[in-house]
């Protein structure tokens, strides 16, 4: 009995050792990354400061630190993105355009109107309108400060307006995804923006969902990544600093952008919302891609693989 409680005491001794040490090398690795950090083991809790490089900056939402986190119950992992996922990002943007430019009937802007990354399609067909109509232009200048010919700068601008944050609704199937997701998995809100546009959407999150972005064991907690416009997200997925978060589970990431999924994580979810555009379109068969065209079918996929992990199943066996 005596070498039983020994040996546990130096296997406790052990493992405690090990994760003081991989706290120590979280932290060169956030300092490499460009994050100022300190760690406090006694008050068991990290802070990570404002990121100085360009690559991408990461929210100091996850207050508890590897200590904590590597002694509790290793959930999979779900990458989760937002503009088109989460929020309905591209219609709120056309009502705003709509109003502004005054469009209507034929002219009106619509999602399938939305065929490029960089709202080109969008763009010639405001312009289009606004050259044939010299009042207009001058209307829509007084009024909202735009001048002809518009460029995407205005398009990104309206992101960071209350008048879109007060407009945004959710996407059908949202509630039942995401209540599953929260209860099934660790969930990371992977996001791109302006300082400005991640602060509204930190800010909508907690107020539209209820999500909690400090407490690690509160009901619906999950973290959040903001990454700034000149960041790409594969780069951040496949970096040390997030292999070491999601090292020996299951990952699953959910994106509207086909080229945002070439990185590590064993299962990418393409949400096409029943759209065809350049940034969604299958460049090539790859078995760890599903599609999907709404939310519900991806709460089934994610639904499945909280049960059952693809890494030792194959997708070859399901259906």
């Known amino acids: 009995m005596k070498e039983e409680q020994t040996q546990q005491r130096e296997d406790t001794s052990s493992h405690v050792h090990s994760i003081l040490e991989d706290i120590e090398a979280e932290k060169q690795l956030l300092s490499t990354l460009g994050f100022n950090v300190e760690i406090d083991i006694n008050n068991d809790s990290e802070k990570i400061g404002e990121q100085t490089s360009d690559s991408f900056t990461e929210s100091s939402t996850e207050t508890q630190s590897p200590l904590l986190s590597q002694l509790r119950t290793q959930k999979p992992v779900l990458f989760i993105d937002l503009d088109d996922v989460l929020l309905t990002t591209n219609e709120t943007l056309l009502t705003l355009l709509n109003t502004h430019f005054e469009l209507y009937g034929e002219d009106l802007l619509i999602l399938e109107d939305v065929k490029e990354w960089n709202y080109f399609s969008i763009l010639e067909k405001i312009n289009n309108i606004l050259k044939e109509d010299e009042e207009l232009q001058e209307r829509v200048y007084l009024k909202y400060g735009a001048t002809y010919p518009?460029?995407?700068?205005?398009?990104?601008?309206?992101?960071?307006?209350?008048?879109?944050?007060?407009r945004l609704s959710l996407p059908n199937g949202l509630e039942e995804m995401l209540d599953l997701a929260l209860e099934k998995y660790e969930v990371m809100i992977l996001t791109q923006g302006s300082f400005n546009n991640l602060t509204e959407k930190f800010r909508f999150l907690q107020e539209k969902y209820g999500l909690n972005f400090f407490e690690k064991e509160a009901e619906r907690y999950c973290q959040f990544i903001g990454l700034n416009s000149k960041a790409n997200k594969n780069d951040y997925l496949v970096s040390e600093l997030c292999q070491a978060k999601v090292k020996n589970r299951l990952t699953i990431q959910v994106d509207d952008n086909y080229d945002n999924l070439n990185n590590l994580c064993d299962l990418k979810i393409l949400l096409k919302n029943g759209r065809e555009t350049d940034y969604n379109k299958i460049k090539e068969y790859r078995e760890e891609v599903y599609v999907c065209n709404n939310l519900r079918e991806v709460k089934d996929i994610i639904d499945f693989?909280?049960?059952f992990d693809y890494r030792d199943i194959g997708k070859d066996n399901i259906f």
């Open 150 to 166: 518009i460029g995407k700068e205005y398009i990104i601008k309206l992101l960071d307006t209350s008048d879109f944050w007060v």
């Open 305 to 307: 693989y909280s049960k």
